[in-house]
């Protein structure tokens, strides 16, 4: 962890040289591949450092309206002109969760407590789910039923509403399920002409930024050009080029482009490791299931430790609150159907008693 970290120090270094006074006075804009080799040394020291660490994430969940405001070019329309009706979204169907999360290199768990909703058409109900997962299985620990549940290794979802039942803090460090170097990658580079990309000077309040612009140019079958997506990033030299606002655009059947996706965050430094910026909150709106509404996430992080040992005590039965004579099911087995069956009728898993220290005894009949 420490050789990954001394890796990005270098060329932050180098970097922040454009935005010194330096750059004011030649009006410099880093090219292309200096900023792509301070964003690659910065995401790789990180999610290294984020693969053992810990934190709290306090998130707020909703749906909303996809609105005339998700357009570009037609705010000036009605919502009736775009047959949007926000009428289903009047309430807030919010949900409010604190995930406390721990890593230790693949072992992963992320204890999830889900208020008791106020909106009762919002989406989760009251809970309290602790999770361990790894690549061979997961355990979960329903605490309010005081219930276990072995598992297939947990899946995470990539859209807000996701992180509130599975969690990864590296997901939240994602935008459009993929990393930055990710996106400059297929963007920048795999791209193929014409197309318009563009690096520029940009301010979003008092962060100077450089504006990353991407627009592929194609022609569809009707005989049309114009690019079908389009991508924004605003990275903050100052942060190791930290991804403070992105938006990525695809072109609607009103031929006007539709928001999918956008995020704003803010960062604070790690007081344990220089040029290591960590997320302090993040704005996220996912419209990629438009039928159903616009995601909205809200999250405040606090608690955040990089490149701390995470005790393996951590990921145990015990650390979950199991106690002996808890009852476990085995999704892990596959499931039977009840008898007598009905339509709707949940399946029935093998069941066991937990006996302490990892031991499971069976449940005869």
Same mark, same amino acid.
């Given at each position: 962890?420490?050789?990954?970290?001394?890796?990005?120090?270098?060329?932050?270094?180098?970097?922040?040289?454009?935005?010194?006074?330096?750059?004011?006075?030649?009006?410099?804009?880093?090219?292309?591949?200096?900023?792509?080799?301070?964003?690659?040394?910065?995401? *790789? !020291?990180?999610? /290294?450092?984020?693969? @053992?660490?810990?934190?709290?994430? &306090?998130?707020?969940?909703?749906?909303?309206? $996809?609105?005339?405001?998700?357009?570009?070019?037609?705010?000036?329309?009605?919502?009736?002109?775009?047959?949007?009706?926000?009428?289903?979204?009047?309430?807030?169907?919010?949900?409010?969760?604190?995930?406390?999360?721990?890593?230790?290199?693949?072992?992963?768990?992320?204890?999830?407590?889900?208020?008791?909703?106020?909106?009762?058409?919002?989406?989760?109900?009251?809970?309290?789910?602790?999770?361990?997962?790894?690549?061979?299985?997961?355990?979960?620990?329903?605490?309010?039923?005081? *219930? !276990?549940?072995? /598992?297939?290794?947990? @899946?995470?979802?990539?859209?807000? &509403?996701?992180?509130?039942?599975?969690?990864? $803090?590296?997901?939240?460090?994602?935008?459009?399920?993929?990393?930055?170097?990710?996106?400059?990658?297929?963007?920048?580079?795999?791209?193929?002409?014409?197309?318009?990309?563009?690096?520029?000077?940009?301010?979003?309040?008092?962060?100077?930024?450089?504006?990353?612009?991407?627009?592929?140019?194609?022609?569809?079958?009707?005989?049309?050009?114009?690019?079908?997506?389009?991508?924004?990033?605003?990275?903050?030299?100052?942060?190791?080029?930290?991804?403070?606002?992105?938006?990525?655009?695809?072109?609607?059947?009103?031929?006007?482009?539709?928001?999918?996706?956008?995020?704003?965050?803010?960062?604070?430094?790690?007081?344990?490791?220089?040029?290591?910026?960590?997320?302090?909150?993040?704005?996220?709106?996912?419209?990629?299931?438009?039928?159903?509404?616009?995601?909205?996430?809200?999250?405040?992080?606090?608690?955040?430790?990089?490149?701390?040992?995470?005790?393996?005590?951590?990921?145990?039965?015990?650390?979950?609150?199991?106690?002996?004579?808890?009852?476990?099911?085995?999704?892990?087995?596959?499931?039977?159907?009840?008898?007598?069956?009905?339509?709707?009728?949940?399946?029935?898993?093998?069941?066991?008693?937990?006996?302490?220290?990892?031991?499971?005894?069976?449940?005869?009949?």
């Amino acid at each position: 962890m420490q050789n990954c970290h001394d890796r990005v120090l270098l060329p932050v270094l180098v970097l922040l040289w454009f935005t010194g006074p330096t750059a004011a006075a030649i009006d410099a804009v880093p090219s292309y591949v200096e900023i792509k080799a301070v964003v690659d040394a910065a995401c *790789e !020291a990180r999610c /290294d450092l984020l693969k @053992h660490a810990t934190g709290v994430v &306090n998130m707020s969940i909703r749906l909303g309206p $996809i609105t005339r405001e998700h357009y570009e070019g037609l705010q000036d329309q009605t919502d009736q002109e775009l047959c949007v009706d926000p009428e289903p979204f009047r309430n807030a169907h919010q949900v409010e969760t604190t995930t406390t999360w721990y890593t230790n290199g693949n072992r992963k768990r992320y204890d999830i407590v889900t208020r008791k909703p106020t909106d009762p058409g919002a989406f989760l109900i009251e809970s309290n789910l602790r999770t361990i997962t790894d690549p061979a299985q997961s355990i979960c620990y329903d605490v309010l039923h005081q *219930e !276990a549940y072995l /598992d297939r290794p947990r @899946h995470v979802y990539a859209n807000p &509403n996701g992180q509130a039942v599975t969690f990864d $803090i590296h997901q939240l460090y994602r935008f459009n399920t993929q990393t930055i170097p990710e996106l400059l990658q297929r963007w920048f580079e795999e791209t193929k002409p014409p197309c318009t990309r563009d690096i520029t000077k940009a301010k979003l309040g008092p962060t100077e930024c450089l504006r990353i612009y991407c627009h592929p140019a194609c022609t569809d079958p009707s005989g049309q050009t114009g690019g079908t997506m389009k991508l924004e990033l605003w990275l903050a030299p100052q942060m190791a080029y930290a991804l403070v606002k992105a938006r990525i655009w695809c072109r609607s059947s009103r031929q006007a482009y539709f928001l999918l996706e956008s995020c704003e965050a803010s960062y604070e430094p790690s007081p344990a490791h220089p040029g290591i910026w960590l997320l302090k909150t993040l704005d996220y709106i996912s419209n990629q299931a438009a039928e159903n509404g616009s995601e909205i996430l809200k999250a405040t992080f606090t608690d955040t430790r990089i490149g701390v040992e995470v005790p393996a005590g951590m990921f145990t039965f015990e650390a979950l609150g199991i106690l002996p004579g808890t009852v476990v099911y085995d999704k892990t087995q596959g499931a039977t159907p009840p008898r007598p069956y009905y339509r709707g009728m949940t399946p029935v898993y093998p069941r066991y008693y937990y006996q302490g220290r990892g031991r499971l005894e069976p449940i005869d009949g």
